[in-house]
């Protein structure tokens, strides 16, 4: 969790009172955020105590003096949510962002604080809380950065578009000398601050860059301001501009910065917005979008999850103590309808909702009581209880058990298996490295990486699993399901087909599965046929695995056997002899 440093004086001010270090720990504790340090008795002389907090990470608007202030005040029923208001109504700035900056970073927001009054103090809040969200939630500027500017320094309307390198000049904040890009680039290479962002974009054609009316330049995110608009404590009009990848969080910091620093406005909480035009890809918005969102939570729901019988009533009341603004649903009286402030986008569920609830009623005021239902024993489930049965029946055969990686890379769940993309695979979108790029959809990769990886031991290598691998089905609603397996891989100078074959005997006998000579005869019971379509075994050596469930039931394929074929071998650096079997077992389920 990130940690937020405040000036001890500026906080309680804020609150309204002083605290003892025990009270205030206690007051946290409640909150749901933790005191981790008061630095009052290791101060030195004319140094301000400070008070370290500890703030959950999903709680952008804590990140600053302001936005812990704000909470605890509505928490404590001090005071309650701030209303936000835009001023004018209508936008009379504009910032088009321009084609060219779709290759690199392609969305921006913006928004302007008028007649704002910086002391020392609050605008060190103003800059820290741009360093917390570009380490929290922007990723260190890989998804997000922002910039803040000197309005009167700058001159609308404002483009955000994309340049080659050579075109971009300006003197960089609190530097003399007017640089390029590729200038830029070398100087701020061995910084210690900036060096670390310079990757970001060093490698693309173009730099994104926002200019004003004259081409002046107000910013290269997510590099570096200019000098020409850089905010000081005389500043009065600022200027902010925020760019990324992701659509969302570029929406989420905008909201954040104005949210916290909009109190300090000639006209509290009250923002300038402005229209940020993009028609290229029909993303044309005003921000910031300062109107709650709403959403709904069922009043049993939170009262079945707290143990508790409250009414409406006091659920709202403990609600808005959250900074949230409930109200009963008008045609369901078990609905609230909660609207959900520009502060809080870490409520996206009715769970959030509920646990807002159970924070504002105290955790420590919750009555234990006895659980209502059976259904809370615990028990294991049908499929963990049919595996642990097959797992202790194979471990008792002399075979030694394997937990690989559900990841695998595409080769090792296809080409080395010598199959085609059969596109049931769930793969990683942006995968860290090779070796992770898709779900497995058959346990025998792993099982023949962790033989290669012991080669060199003893022969023959008997290794089995037990585990899940995932195949997509559209027809669910999260596109993709588990599927429990369970296989094995004998190893040795043959190829031990009839040891693989008798450990699938073992584990039908467990699981009172008969072997039936004459599956026409329509028994329950499991044969195998013949396979020479599947090119993961030698050729006339694998084959299918039926299971006919009850006598005169629709029989099923539910995995296969054979020998493994020499190339798939060759790809695992195998050097010997092998065989597998894998089934489905939730078929006996």
């Not at 730099?207 to 500043?235: G, Q, Y």
């Not at 009414?311 to 008008?330: A, W």
């Not at 690989?404 to 049931?424: G, V, Y």
Request: hydrophobic residues 40%.
């Amino acid at each position: 969790m990130p940690t937020v440093a405040v000036d001890k004086e500026d906080l309680y001010q804020f609150l309204g009172r002083s605290y003892t270090t025990e009270e205030f720990d206690e007051l946290c504790f409640e909150f749901g955020i933790e005191l981790d340090e008061d630095t009052t008795n290791d101060c030195a002389k004319g140094e301000r105590p400070q008070l370290k907090i500890e703030i959950p990470a999903n709680r952008y608007d804590m990140l600053c003096i302001e936005g812990i202030a704000q909470a605890l005040n509505e928490y404590l029923g001090r005071s309650s949510a701030p209303s936000y208001s835009l001023q004018p109504a209508v936008p009379q700035v504009t910032m088009t962002i321009k084609e060219s900056t779709s290759t690199i970073r392609p969305y921006a927001a913006a928004a302007i604080l008028r007649g704002i009054k910086f002391t020392q103090r609050s605008y060190d809040s103003f800059i820290a809380l741009q360093d917390k969200l570009h380490t929290n939630l922007c990723r260190n500027r890989t998804l997000v950065a922002m910039g803040t500017h000197d309005l009167d320094a700058l001159e609308g309307p404002f483009t955000y578009e994309a340049l080659p390198p050579s075109e971009i000049t300006f003197i960089p904040l609190n530097q003399t000398k007017a640089m390029d890009g590729n200038q830029l680039m070398e100087f701020y290479e061995k910084d210690k601050n900036l060096g670390k962002y310079l990757h970001i974009i060093k490698d693309s054609p173009v730099f994104p860059v926002i200019l004003d009316k004259n081409r002046n330049v107000a910013s290269m995110p997510p590099i570096i301001n200019s000098d020409r608009s850089k905010i000081t404590l005389e500043t009065t009009n600022v200027f902010l501009d925020i760019t990324g990848t992701d659509k969302t969080k570029v929406a989420i910091v905008v909201n954040q910065l104005v949210a916290m620093f909009s109190r300090y406005c000639s006209t509290p909480f009250s923002i300038e917005p402005v229209n940020v035009m993009s028609e290229h890809n029909k993303e044309t918005r005003v921000f910031p979008d300062i109107k709650p969102r709403l959403m709904q939570a069922e009043i049993s729901y939170i009262n079945s999850c707290l143990g508790l019988n409250l009414d409406v009533d006091t659920i709202i009341q403990l609600l808005k103590k959250m900074g949230l603004q409930p109200k009963q649903n008008e045609s369901n009286d078990d609905l609230l309808d909660v609207y959900i402030p520009i502060t809080r986008p870490d409520v996206l569920h009715q769970c959030d909702i509920m646990e807002d609830a159970s924070i504002a009623y105290g955790y420590n005021n919750l009555v234990k009581t006895q659980a209502q239902s059976q259904a809370l024993v615990a028990q294991p489930l049908p499929i963990n209880k049919i595996a642990d049965i097959a797992r202790l029946a194979t471990s008792q055969s002399g075979w030694s058990e394997t937990l690989p990686l559900t990841l695998c890379s595409h080769d090792e769940n296809f080409k080395f298996l010598r199959q085609n993309d059969d596109s049931k695979a769930v793969k990683l979108a942006n995968p860290k490295t090779i070796e992770y790029q898709v779900v497995r959809t058959t346990l025998l990769p792993g099982l023949l990486k962790t033989v290669k990886e012991n080669r060199k031991h003893s022969l023959p290598i008997k290794v089995f699993e037990c585990g899940d691998i995932v195949l997509k089905d559209e027809t669910l609603e999260r596109r993709a399901k588990n599927q429990r397996n369970w296989a094995a891989v004998f190893v040795g100078k043959t190829a031990g087909f009839e040891f693989v074959q008798g450990l699938l005997g073992k584990i039908m006998q467990t699981l009172r599965t008969d072997w039936l000579e004459k599956p026409s005869a329509g028994k329950r019971g499991y044969w195998i046929e013949q396979d020479d379509a599947n090119a993961t075994f030698f050729p006339g050596r694998g084959a299918k695995i039926f299971f006919r469930a009850a006598d005169g039931a629709e029989a099923n394929e539910i995995g296969s056997i054979g020998v493994l074929h020499p190339e798939v071998l060759g790809f695992f650096e195998i050097p010997f002899a092998a065989s597998s079997v894998e089934i489905n077992i939730e078929n006996f389920l």
